[in-house]
Nanobody, 116 residues
Framework: QVQIVESGGGLVRPGGSLTLTCTAS???????MKWYRQSPAKQREWVAT???????AYSDAVQGRFSISREGSRNRVYLEMNSLKSEDTGVYFC???????????WGQGTQVTISS
């Protein structure tokens, strides 16, 4: 059974930093690993992608402030968030792709709140 678990969320002041971790269990192999976020006022939006080949892609909203990395041997993906702003507040979700079947799996999300 595949299980995706995010952790590391919390309350941070503007300008602060936070690192999220996502761990996938029950997956024999992983392809793309992504982070999304959703706030009450917005639809779920894509944040960043880590590709198997090693490169990454970011939304314009987080480019230059966030960094995604993966630890393939442990089926983990991280999201390092710096220079946080109030608009970064939301529930952050991890999305992991099985590299053979291309099926995508979602976690339950972790809350990130940026407030003074």
């Amino acid at each position: 059974q595949v299980q995706i678990v995010e952790s590391g969320g919390g309350l941070v002041r503007p300008g602060g930093s936070l690192t999220l971790t996502c761990t996938a269990s029950g997956l024999s192999t992983t392809g793309m690993m992504k982070w999304y976020r959703q706030s009450p006022a917005k639809q779920r939006e894509w944040v960043a992608t880590s590709f198997v080949e090693g490169h990454a892609a970011y939304s314009d909203a987080v480019q230059g402030r966030f960094s995604i990395s993966r630890e393939g041997s442990r089926n983990r993906v991280y999201l390092e968030m710096n220079s946080l702003k109030s608009e970064d507040t939301g529930v952050y979700f991890c999305n992991i792709q099985h590299s053979a079947t291309m099926q995508e799996y979602w976690g339950q999300g972790t809350q990130v709140t940026i407030s003074s």
